[in-house]
């Protein structure tokens, strides 16, 4: 029953950097692990990366290493994502999701609504 809200996206030139960040509204996370999905016009979500509530433990995905990080508030209930060195690529809406593992294939539940990132060239 948590409710998530995503915040922090935008339009922004290549080469930018933008925050996102993930919160529970109402009630803090229920699950251990929080991660974080895009999806482009057209194309199937896929997974960004992934963080264990306690232990901080992350999981990314190969085409964002280096250039996204994801963190954690605990007193905040928050879950941020970091976007370094935006590409052109990177324009997608940005959903935060909960788990019990910070796997790929999660399953992940309780999905934001998303937040528009745009980058131009």
């Known amino acids: 029953q948590v409710q998530l809200v995503e915040s922090g996206g935008g339009l922004v030139q290549a080469g930018g950097s933008l925050r996102l960040s993930c919160a529970a509204s109402?009630?803090?996370?229920?699950?251990?692990?929080v991660g974080w999905f895009r999806q482009a016009p057209g194309k199937e979500r896929e997974f960004v990366a992934a963080?264990?509530?306690?232990?901080?433990?992350?999981n990314y995905a190969d085409s964002v290493k280096g250039r996204f990080t994801i963190s954690k508030d605990n007193a905040k209930n928050t879950v941020y994502l970091q976007i370094n060195s935006l590409k052109p690529e990177d324009t997608a809406v940005y959903y935060c999701?909960?788990?019990?593992?910070?796997?790929?294939?999660?399953?992940?539940?309780?999905w934001g609504p998303g937040t528009q990132v745009t980058v131009s060239s």
């Open positions: 109402g009630r803090p996370f229920s699950k251990s692990a």
């Open positions: 999701a909960q788990a019990w593992t910070i796997a790929t294939t999660g399953p992940y539940d309780s």
């Open positions: 963080i264990r509530w306690t232990s901080g433990t992350t």
